[in-house]
């Protein structure tokens, strides 16, 4: 049974940082491109970061490049997000994403698995 179990929200004021942390379990997670997006309310879900399942590639939309940073590690088949210098817009529900091999890590709709999410919130 394929699992991605978010944790690490929470609420934090603007400019401070949290770490996302996503668990998976229920499949071979080294071969799985991962990723986090995320969605506000009222709004679509949108691509945050994202890692390759074969050189660690990372990628980031101009929005968080600079702040946060994706990392991986497979022997404890997790992923994590570290957010620092959040501000209000970053305000939203985090989302862990894998896609087998994946090879188009910003497409929302290439990834298979996703987790239920984790809110987090910026206060000004």
């Known amino acids: 049974q394929v699992q991605l179990v978010e944790s690490g929200g929470g609420l934090v004021q603007a400019g401070g940082s949290l770490r996302l942390s996503c668990a998976a379990s229920?499949?071979?997670?080294?071969?799985?491109?991962m990723a986090w997006f995320r969605q506000a309310p009222g709004k679509e879900r949108e691509f945050v970061a994202a890692?390759?399942?074969?050189?660690?590639?990372?990628y980031y939309p101009d929005s968080v490049k600079g702040r946060f940073t994706i990392s991986r590690d497979n022997a404890k088949k997790a992923v994590y997000l570290q957010m620092n210098s959040l501000n209000v817009e970053d305000t939203a529900v985090y989302y862990c994403?894998?896609?087998?091999?994946?090879?188009?890590?910003?497409?929302?709709?290439?990834?298979?698995?996703w987790g239920q999410g984790t809110q987090v919130t910026v206060s000004s």
């Open positions: 890692i390759k399942w074969n050189d660690r590639t990372t």
């Open positions: 994403a894998a896609d087998k091999y994946g090879s188009s890590p910003a497409i929302l709709t290439a990834y298979e698995y």
């Open positions: 229920g499949f071979t997670f080294a071969l799985y491109t």
